[in-house]
Each structure stands twice: as structure tokens, then as C-alpha cells.
């Protein structure tokens, strides 16, 4: 325009045009203002936080990976004290570290680090992560059109990353094979689409659905891809770790993990269904006194019917002829947001995947209303990341006030569903639709049967439990002494051993040492203490007589002390003489059992169980070594009567541990519990009619209380 020149007329549609401008570049800067304020933060607060220290997972990643790369037996990773003395030798900065629920496959990311020292192979695995969340931002830009201020914005705003970066998870890792799997799909790649996601299902099991959504698209290269991914990532856990441990997993863990049973199943912190319906219909003396009610069929009921209610939508409203990148983009968002929702383990840092579904449903968002629901679907986003449960609840109903970030997660589902039914055609399959409601219908009957046979005896325990202070996450080796109940506890801070006299319990105090085992004559006491080494040291007085020794066993008159000593992983059962000290140890069992527990019989003779082949059993040995089996498979944890009349062992049948007992003279035995839990290492009162023993049954898996019930009378 020229000087003088009078303005154009303005339209109403001109008008309508010009003004979004200003607004529109103040927007812009004040998007840039907001991710330079996050990621300053993030460069003074989290980095150097996530730099100095080793905490949550990275650890447990490292050291399975360790295991693995010193080629040490990894077949009992999964079993806590075992797994911690592991880490004690290693000297590894961590109080506690635990395996559950975590996948084998998943910490063989970390292998590659493990000849760096922990904290080192920490501020690698955070280098590699920051280049795997570039790698991802790029795939979702590329697949998705939106700007890079926008993707910065949303992996800014993500509180989850910068957790996940704090502790070393692998969440970022799944982002990324994620979106390489969306990008590959959009691009008609889609057999490689399903490798990826086979791959990242391999690191958390929710990515599976996608191979039940390839089908509804009736996409069978997709499916036929997950398939070989997941196959791979199958076939790697069982070359590297082998049958024994996979098969823990399979029938152990990831069931557990399913009923939202693996870690506290009374934790609101969690923000699941299922930590809530827990808390509400399920009695625990020591975790959940104080339900709404006790209903455990309600529970059994509820948790798949709502899980179903959540995820039904996602499949249903997928349309199998429709490929446009929009219908896509929500479908595969409606997926992902309905995967998380329904996680029974949702820790802040798992919404680290959110980034992916949000960036889908930002780009899939149409013109009208486009930044009244970017403005929504980023408070959600943003709300999910920073809202949690509480676990100081009040009892009873109250529990359905403190759960804002599953509400929150839900209400991100009934958006992306509203989407996608918005976009519902005439054309499409209604019978197709009918179909697979009815194929949900059936899995759904079919899980609630199943968890109704599940709650069957689960609770009948509970009126033999030995109360014992909340402090005491794990209660695990009891021994009787009198009227004492010696114990190992897992407390927070590392484990110790306790007393319980008469209703009070007593702890040994905190060090930089665990208690990871202990037993017991009728006059005296011994401790495994574990640091760098294993040693065996009587009580009261702290002497160390044996070094490098594991797990000790004495026999009932004091004489003799059995314990276990590594190689590699792998443990001998050694004899130690208590009444003659200068007479040498020696091992009573050959290197190619893998030893685990030990009981004495009247005569010195031990019965142990070890692992020979592919499953645990039940051996004798004389003090000689001559060891001969008992023809138990599957059976671990044996305990003698102090009369020799008697042996109560535990045997692994469906996936659960039940106690079994044995008449030694006869050879008869029969089964003492039930239940779909585990009920494990029992010990005999000094009177052999009763029985001390540690169960999950009602808590999490392996989170044992002590119990003592009478079998004679």
C-alpha cells in the first residue's frame, strides 16, 4: 500500500481473518516462554538429580543384566532375598531392589552398559534415553504434521518423563518403539509395524492389545508381525535366562500382575481399578482392615466387567475398512489411552507413553473448536502427570475420593471415544460389530469365572496370622525359640532380623548390612549378615564364625550348622561342626544340584531341595554326601519335625506353592493348604505339633506373613 492510499474496504470476512493474528503469535509465545521455563527446570532440578543418583528400577535392570553378562544362574531373580544378596555383593548403591513385575526381556535394554560401574551405566542409559526421545518426537512429527514447538510443548509438560528419566526406567524406550511402530504403519509397513510393537511388548505386556486391534482391523500382516516380534522377544528370554525363570513369570508373575496383585494391591498411590476395588471389597488384616466391605466375589466380578467397559469402546468403534490418517490416529490414541488406564501398576513415570497418544489426538483435532480441545486434551495431559492418589484415606467408601489421576485417565478415554464415534459411518460392518461383542462377551465370562474360582479359600489363613507392625512390608524364615518367633523383616530401608514375644516385636537395629536369613537351636542363635560377603554370626554376640556362607540351617542339638555357599549363582550345601571348630567344612552336595534349603533329622542326615533339571525336588544326604532323591517334583522349602516323625515341604501346583506334610515312617503324605497362593517355608515348634509358616495369600506375591497353626493335637 502506498502512502495516501486509503485502507480496503473490510468484509466481515476479511475482518474475521485479520484478527486471530495478534492472539494467534502471542499464543505462539507464550508456548515458547512456557517450554523454556520446563526445560530450564528440567536442566537444573531433574538431570542433575537423575546425574548423581541410583534409585527404583535402574538397578534392578543392571544387575539382572550383570547377571547375566558374569553368566550367574538368573533362575531365582524373582525371589526377593536372593535377589537383594545379589546386590549386596555387587556393592550396589540401592537399600531395596526387587524384580517384580518386571519383564526378563526388559532389562537385557541395560546389557550393554553393565561393564560400566552402576552410576556410570545410569548417566549413559539418560544420555541414550534423551537421543531415543528425539528419535520419537521426530516419528510423531513426521506421522502426525504437528510443529516442533508443539511436540516440545507436550514432552515439556510431561511430569512422567522427567520421572522416568530421575529413576533410569525404560519408558522412554517404549515411547520410542511406539511410535516407529505408528510411523510404520501409516507408511503401509505395517508387517514391520507389528514387529515393533512385538518388541515393545516384550518390555510391558499392555502392548499385546495392539496385536487384538490389528485383528479387528483384520490386518493380518500387522498381526502376523506382532506375532514374530513377540516371538523374538520370547525367544530371547528363554535363550538368555532359560526355562526356569520364564516359566516363574508365565504362572506366577504376570497372573499377579494381572489381578493388580504383583506390588500392594491397597495402595491408592497406584491410582488403578484395580488398587481401588482392592481397597474397597477386599479385608487384609495388615494392609486393609478396614474395607467398605468384604466382598471378594464383588471384586472378582467388578475388576474384569470394568477393565471390559474400558477397553470394549477402543475395539468396537475401530473401523476395519477405513485407513485415512485421521480415523488412525484416534483409533491407535483410543488403544493407548485405554492400555494405561486399565494398568494395574500405573506409576507416575508409565504415563511417559502419553506423549504418544496426545500428539495422535492433537493432530486428528478438526479445525472448529481446534484450540478449545488442544486446551483441554493439554490440562488433562498435563493433570495426569501431576495428580496421584493418597494412601492416608479414610476407610471404608471414602477410598473413591482419592483417586483424581484414574478419573482423570478415564475422562482422556471418554474423549478420544467421542471422537471416534463422531467419525461413525453408515457403511459400517454392524454384524462385524456384533461379532466381536460377542467374542468380548465370552472373555469377559470367562475372566470372571476365573476369578471367582481364584478367590476360593483365599482368606481362610487369615485366622492364623501372628500379628506383626504395618512398618513390616515382608515377614519371611521363621523360627521358633521357646516362646519366641525369630524372623526376617523387609522394611523399607533394607532387612532385619525381629522377634515376636507375646504380641511384641522387636528389630534388630538399621545398617548398611541386610539379615537375609537366620535359624535356630533351642538354645542359640545365627544370622547370615550380608554386605560385599555373606557371613554367619551367632547372637547375641555378633562373632562371625563362618565366612562367605549363605542360608545356615542347625541341626537340633546345636552340633552342626549346614549352610549354602555361590558360585556363579549357584549354591552347595556345606557342613559346618559347631562342637568341634577346627575340624575343616566340607560340601555335602555335588556342583551340578543347585541347592536352595536345608532341614536336619534326628540323626544328622539333611533333606534339602535343589534344582536338578528343569524344576526344584527334594534330596537326602548323609554327612558323607551320598544323596539320593525323594521323588518330590516340585517341591522346595523342607522342614523336619524335631521328633523326625514328620517333614512339611511346599509343592508348586498351578502356579501356587501349598504346603504338604510327609509322615517320614510311612511315606504317606497328604496336603495342608489350598488356596491360589503361597504358602512357604514352614519350621517346626520345639514340640512338633505345630506349625510356623509364611504366606501372600490376601497381600501381594511373596509379601509373606507369618502364620501358626496347629496340626496335632
Request: charged fraction near 15%; aromatic fraction near 10%.
Amino acid at each position: 500500500m502506498y502512502v495516501g492510499e486509503p485502507a480496503p474496504l473490510q468484509t466481515p470476512e476479511t475482518a474475521t481473518v485479520a484478527q486471530p493474528a495478534v492472539p494467534v503469535r502471542w499464543l505462539r509465545i507464550a508456548e515458547w516462554l512456557l517450554i523454556a521455563l520446563l526445560a530450564a527446570q528440567f536442566g537444573v532440578r531433574t538431570l542433575p538429580g537423575a546425574w548423581r543418583t541410583l534409585n527404583t528400577d535402574f538397578p534392578n535392570y543392571y544387575l539382572t543384566a550383570s547377571l547375566v553378562r558374569e553368566h550367574d544362574d538368573t533362575s531365582r531373580i524373582y525371589e526377593w532375598r536372593w535377589f537383594e544378596r545379589q546386590k549386596d555383593y555387587r556393592n550396589i548403591d540401592q537399600r531395596v531392589v526387587g524384580m517384580v513385575p518386571i519383564t526378563p526381556f526388559s532389562t537385557l535394554a541395560v546389557y550393554p552398559l553393565t561393564s560400566l560401574p552402576p552410576l556410570t551405566a545410569k548417566r549413559c542409559w539418560i544420555a541414550i534415553n534423551l537421543a531415543l526421545l528425539l528419535a520419537a518426537l521426530y516419528l510423531l512429527r513426521a506421522a502426525t504434521q504437528l510443529s516442533w514447538r508443539r511436540l516440545a510443548l507436550i514432552a515439556a509438560l510431561s511430569v512422567p518423563l522427567r520421572v522416568n528419566l530421575t529413576y533410569g526406567q525404560y519408558y522412554v524406550l517404549l515411547l520410542f518403539l511406539l511410535a516407529l511402530a505408528y510411523w510404520l504403519y501409516a507408511r503401509a509397513r505395517r508387517f514391520l509395524s507389528g514387529v515393533a510393537v512385538g518388541l515393545a511388548s516384550g518390555l510391558k505386556v499392555f502392548p499385546v492389545i495392539l496385536l487384538v486391534y490389528f485383528l479387528r482391523k483384520r490386518d493380518w500382516k500387522a498381526f502376523l508381525g506382532g506375532v514374530a516380534g513377540t516371538a523374538f522377544s520370547a525367544t530371547v528370554s528363554l535363550l538368555v535366562f532359560g526355562w526356569n525363570l520364564n516359566r516363574t513369570y508365565l504362572l506366577q508373575v504376570l497372573p499377579a500382575t494381572l489381578r493388580g496383585e504383583a506390588l500392594d494391591p491397597y495402595n491408592l498411590k497406584l491410582g488403578s481399578l484395580a488398587s481401588l476395588l482392592h481397597r474397597l471389597f477386599i479385608y487384609e488384616p495388615l494392609s486393609n482392615p478396614h474395607p467398605a466391605l468384604h466382598a471378594p466375589a464383588l471384586f472378582a466380578i467388578l475388576h474384569p466387567l470394568l477393565q471390559m467397559a474400558v477397553l470394549a469402546p477402543a475395539l468396537l468403534l475401530a473401523v476395519p475398512a477405513d485407513r485415512q490418517p485421521r480415523q488412525l490416529r484416534l483409533e491407535w490414541a483410543a488403544i493407548i489411552v485405554a492400555s494405561l488406564a486399565l494398568s494395574t501398576s500405573p506409576s507416575t513415570y508409565l504415563f511417559t507413553i502419553l506423549i504418544f497418544p496426545v500428539c495422535l489426538l492433537l493432530a486428528a483435532l478438526e479445525q472448529r473448536h481446534r484450540n478449545l480441545w488442544t486446551a483441554v486434551l493439554l490440562a488433562l495431559y498435563a493433570a495426569i502427570g501431576l495428580v496421584s492418589g493418597t494412601n492416608s484415606a479414610p476407610n471404608g467408601w471414602f477410598a473413591l475420593l482419592q483417586m483424581p489421576r484414574l478419573y482423570t485417565i478415564l475422562l482422556l478415554c471418554v474423549i478420544s471415544y467421542v471422537f471416534l464415534a463422531r467419525r461413525r459411518e453408515a457403511a459400517r460392518d454392524r454384524r462385524a460389530v456384533m461379532l466381536w461383542a460377542c467374542a468380548l462377551s465370552l472373555v469377559l465370562a470367562f475372566n470372571i469365572v476365573s476369578g471367582l474360582r481364584h478367590q476360593h479359600g483365599l482368606y481362610e489363613g487369615y485366622r492364623y496370622r501372628i500379628p506383626l507392625p504395618g512398618e513390616v512390608l515382608m515377614a519371611s524364615l521363621p523360627a521358633a525359640q521357646g516362646d519366641s518367633i525369630h524372623f526376617i523383616a523387609m522394611w523399607g530401608d533394607g532387612y532385619r532380623s525381629a522377634v515376636a514375644t507375646a504380641g511384641v516385636t522387636q528389630f534388630s537395629p538399621a545398617s548398611d548390612d541386610d539379615d537375609l536369613a537366620l535359624t535356630a537351636s533351642h538354645l542359640h542363635l545365627w544370622l547370615e549378615r550380608t554386605g560385599t560377603q555373606s557371613n554367619i554370626v551367632s547372637v547375641p554376640d555378633g562373632q562371625s564364625i563362618l565366612q562367605h556362607a549363605e542360608s545356615p540351617a542347625a541341626s537340633p542339638d546345636g552340633r552342626w550348622l549346614a549352610f549354602l555357599r555361590e558360585d556363579h549363582g549357584r549354591a552347595r550345601i556345606w557342613l559346618h561342626n559347631l562342637s568341634q571348630t577346627t575340624q575343616p567344612d566340607k560340601p555335602l552336595t555335588p556342583p551340578q544340584l543347585n541347592a536352595f534349603e536345608m532341614s536336619f533329622l534326628p540323626d544328622g542326615d539333611l533333606i534339602f531341595s535343589a534344582e536338578s533339571g528343569d524344576q526344584p525336588g527334594l534330596f537326602t544326604t548323609d554327612q558323607q554326601g551320598s544323596v539320593r532323591p525323594l521323588n518330590l517334583a516340585g517341591a522346595r522349602y523342607p522342614a523336619v519335625s524335631p521328633d523326625g516323625h514328620w517333614l512339611a515341604y511346599s509343592r508348586l501346583q498351578h502356579g501356587s506353592w501349598n504346603l504338604w506334610l510327609r509322615n517320614l515312617d510311612t511315606g504317606h503324605a497328604q496336603r495342608l493348604t489350598h488356596a491360589a497362593c503361597n504358602d512357604i517355608e514352614p519350621a517346626w515348634t520345639a514340640d512338633s505339633k505345630s506349625l510356623l509358616y509364611v504366606s501372600d495369600c490376601g497381600r501381594a506375591l511373596w509379601f509373606t506373613a507369618i502364620l501358626e497353626r496347629r496340626i496335632f493335637p
